[in-house]
């Protein structure tokens, strides 16, 4: 939950207009943290898919805890804002990829 919330926290921070032109390119992956996060996220997602397909609660909730360390690196290693928009644009695609999944399930800020 502490993972989905960070992510939040975030991309609220954003308009939608700016969220809007993001896109991700992998061949722009600068950091090994960045690296992590996209292949959690690429293991995870199909997971998490059939998990949901199959309403396996305990399955999505699994999957997506195992995004946790990947994000947590991720917010240690790099600073999300960076100047250079095309990194910019790399992590906070990585950031709505997160997102994405987390949502697939509810929205976890509301959590409390």
């Not at 293991?43 to 309403?55: E, F, G, K, T, Y």
């Not at 994000?71 to 240690?76: A, V």
């Not at 250079?84 to 990829?97: E, F, I, K, S, Y």
């Amino acid at each position: 939950v502490l993972s989905a919330v960070r992510v939040n926290n975030i991309l609220n921070k954003l308009s939608a207009e700016e969220l809007a032109v993001v896109s991700l390119d992998t061949d722009a992956l600068a950091t090994d943290a960045e690296k992590l996060l996209l292949g959690a996220l690429e293991a995870q997602s199909p997971v998490v898919n059939d998990a949901l397909a199959r309403h396996d609660w305990k399955a999505v909730c699994e999957a997506l805890s195992k995004l946790s360390p990947a994000i947590s690196r991720f917010f240690d290693d790099v600073m999300v804002m960076d100047e250079d928009p095309v990194v910019r644009g790399n992590r906070l695609a990585l950031l709505l990829r997160s997102k994405a999944l987390f949502d697939s399930i509810g929205d976890f800020a509301l959590m409390k």
